[in-house]
């Protein structure tokens, strides 16, 4: 196992102490290696240590820039700290650069959704789903892009395959009542606001919905 891995064991681990030292090792035996700046950049980002671990990632493209990891790791970095224009540059420049995974297109998504630019975020969700079909979060995300753009029909059939993939996923039971009610189906989401209220008695949007549909009956 190379220096690499082991640090990556470490990290998996939460043994950041080593994950550190053991990728420090990776970089002095092989400092034109961006990997082990990559990696390391993401332990710091875990710790905390935001700016030193942008440093590492911008190291990490000075040495390749086509180290499409160290743009998705630094997309990550700045989504955590609500810098989302920058975000989603990050995950775009990920994606030129050949990054193809569903993580890189939902956090492009997300990053939009953040900017208000929820149309231009739906094909990035979509995308999202269509490289990783069991995500629950991402399809409850696309699920209310799809409510935020109006498409109710659509925006329904991702809370339901949210619900079938996590059943306890209360905001998925809470948004599919909304939808139902924007439809006039009172009963249908009275049913969801109740699923909502089982899961998470304290779900204070559904307690507050229902109480709205129940009057209106």
Not at 15 to 32: C, D, G, R
Not at 63 to 77: I, K, P, R, V, W
Not at 86 to 93: G, I, L, N, P, T
Request: a negative charge.
């Amino acid at each position: 196992m190379d220096k690499n891995q082991l640090g990556l064991k470490y990290m998996n681990e939460g043994n950041m102490e080593e994950a550190v030292k053991t990728f420090n090792e990776a970089i002095n035996e092989n400092p034109a290696d961006p990997i082990a700046y990559i990696n390391f950049g993401n332990v710091l980002s875990t710790l905390g240590e935001y700016e030193k671990a942008l440093k590492f990632f911008q190291k990490a493209i000075e040495l390749d820039e086509n180290a499409a990891a160290a743009y998705y790791s630094a997309g990550n970095l700045f989504f955590e700290l609500e810098r989302f224009n920058e975000a989603k540059k990050m995950f775009e420049q990920a994606m030129k650069k050949g990054l193809e995974t569903s993580d890189n297109y939902f956090m492009l998504g997300l990053s939009l959704v953040h900017l208000d630019n929820n149309k231009f975020a739906l094909p990035f969700l979509q995308r999202s789903i269509e490289l990783n079909e069991n995500d629950a979060e991402a399809r409850f995300q696309y699920g209310l892009c799809l409510a935020q753009c109006e498409i109710i029909d659509g925006a329904i059939a991702q809370f339901e395959k949210c619900i079938e993939l996590d059943p306890k996923h209360s905001d998925a039971y809470y948004n599919l009542g909304v939808a139902y009610a924007f439809k006039e189906k009172a009963e249908d989401a009275l049913e969801m606001f109740n699923h909502a209220l089982e899961i998470q008695p304290d779900h204070l949007l559904a307690s507050h919905a229902k109480k709205i549909v129940e009057m209106g009956q």
